[in-house]
């Protein structure tokens, strides 16, 4: 019902038009007054109008929020294929090696190597603590295990060595004639970091490391033990 007029199951009556005048007319077969049938005309074409403004401002309002939505989907989906803020770049930071999935420990010398003088072989003055293994001047040497450095030092016979420390087993790790150190005392190592290269420095013949196991601390109540089957072992799957 249109504010101002009459309303009712016979139809719409717009102001100014009599009821009463436009039922006689049409019993009479007569013409209801131009000046209603002007009103009800104008009556329906202010509806129509309106009607059609407002479905065409409701489309407007639809297409608007899909394109919205489409937008914002987009740039969802671009975040996360780039892993970071749109528009900005992502960057990887070089992971450390580790030993092979399922191993806690691994050869000290990964590239070609062979095996020389081992445990108790005789020396001047007393025998041979640790297995010796050769490789070409240069090589990366790496921790057998996670262990903390606990020496970085020189000694005339030894030349320049690494001693590593994993308090969990209870182990030493001694390193001896290493061209140069890639660690520091007091740093903790993973399994198949890099620890220093293989050299031939203090009294050796020939690059190589003289690894030794010990059991306990070096020289500090601990002692030596034959590392061959540890080194072949971890040389299986190295």
Request: aromatic share 10%; with cysteine.
């Amino acid at each position: 019902m249109l504010p101002g007029g009459n309303g009712g199951p016979e139809g719409v009556f717009l102001p100014g038009a009599n009821r009463n005048q436009l039922v006689r007319s049409a019993a009479l077969g007569a013409s209801p007054p131009a000046n209603s049938v002007g009103r009800r005309e104008r009556g329906y074409r202010d509806i129509r109008q309106a009607c059609c403004s407002y479905a065409s401002q409701r489309k407007a309002g639809l297409v608007a929020a899909l394109a919205l939505g489409i937008s914002l989907f987009g740039s969802q989906a671009a975040f996360a294929q780039t892993g970071g803020v749109p528009g900005g770049t992502t960057t990887t930071t070089p992971t450390t090696p580790t030993a092979p999935t399922g191993y806690p420990q691994v050869f000290p010398v990964p590239g070609p190597h062979t095996y020389g003088d081992g445990f108790g072989a005789a020396r001047s003055g007393h025998t041979h603590q640790g297995q010796d293994i050769f490789a070409a001047c240069g090589q990366p040497a790496v921790s057998v295990s996670r262990a903390r450095v606990k020496a970085v030092s020189f000694q005339k016979s030894a030349g320049l060595y690494i001693l590593l420390r994993y308090k969990k087993l209870k182990q030493d790790y001694f390193y001896a004639h290493m061209a140069a150190s890639s660690v520091t005392k007091g740093q903790i190592v993973l399994p198949g970091q890099q620890v220093g290269l293989v050299g031939e420095t203090g009294n050796a013949s020939g690059c190589h490391v003289h690894f030794e196991l010990w059991v306990g601390k070096w020289y500090r109540g601990g002692h030596p033990v034959n590392p061959t089957p540890f080194l072949q072992n971890w040389d299986s799957y190295s």
